[in-house]
């Protein structure tokens, strides 16, 4: 008998997924705050204190920029769990109703007019993710689609005008 797996299901294992989450994007952000703060804090260093202030830099500015990530990814990731309970549908609307509320709470301290704008942005750049990887799949399995043999007419025309 086969079991259903639940590793990703919203309501048998959401609060590990929300975790599991926030943890993939901390580290995330971690590593590309890392790359991003040390070149920007050895450019911004006099020639012979490069590496010393890249380390400075990153020390002070990688653990907040990978808490950013972090922070949205867990919130993301909450509201991921709830739409999908909530529709019990497993679809791409998903993601885009989850970067809505997720770019709109973050913005909430703003005013309403920039939680508005924050989460029509996230929403769109969720719909850009999704899209994308629409595409990105149909270009993927366009090789294991099963596909009809060549007609043996098309073979006879070909052969007559060759």
């Known amino acids: 008998m086969a079991h259903a797996d639940h590793t990703r299901d919203p309501w048998h294992a959401f609060p590990w997924v929300i975790l599991s989450d926030f943890g993939s994007a901390f580290a995330m952000g971690a590593v590309g705050g890392t790359i ?10 006099p020639r012979g204190d ?10 002070a500015r990688a653990p907040v920029t990978g808490g950013n990530f972090g922070v949205w990814g867990g919130m993301f990731s909450t509201f991921d769990c709830a ?20 770019g709109g709470c973050l913005a909430a301290r703003s005013g309403p007019r920039a939680a508005l ?5 996230c929403g ?39």
């Not at 739409?83 to 997720?102: C, H, P, Y």
């Open 36 to 45: 991003w703060h040390g070149i920007k804090g050895a450019r911004n260093s």
């Open 50 to 59: 490069r590496f010393v202030g890249a380390i400075s830099t990153i020390k």
């Open 83 to 102: 739409v999908k309970g909530w529709r019990q549908k497993e679809d791409m609307w998903n993601a885009i109703i989850s970067g809505f509320l997720t």
């Open 117 to 121: 704008n924050s989460a029509i942005a």
């Open 124 to 162: 769109i750049l969720l719909s850009v993710f999704e899209g994308v990887g629409v595409l990105v799949n149909r270009v993927l399995n366009e090789g294991t689609r099963p596909q009809l043999p060549p007609c043996k007419f098309m073979y006879r025309i070909f052969l007559v005008t060759d």
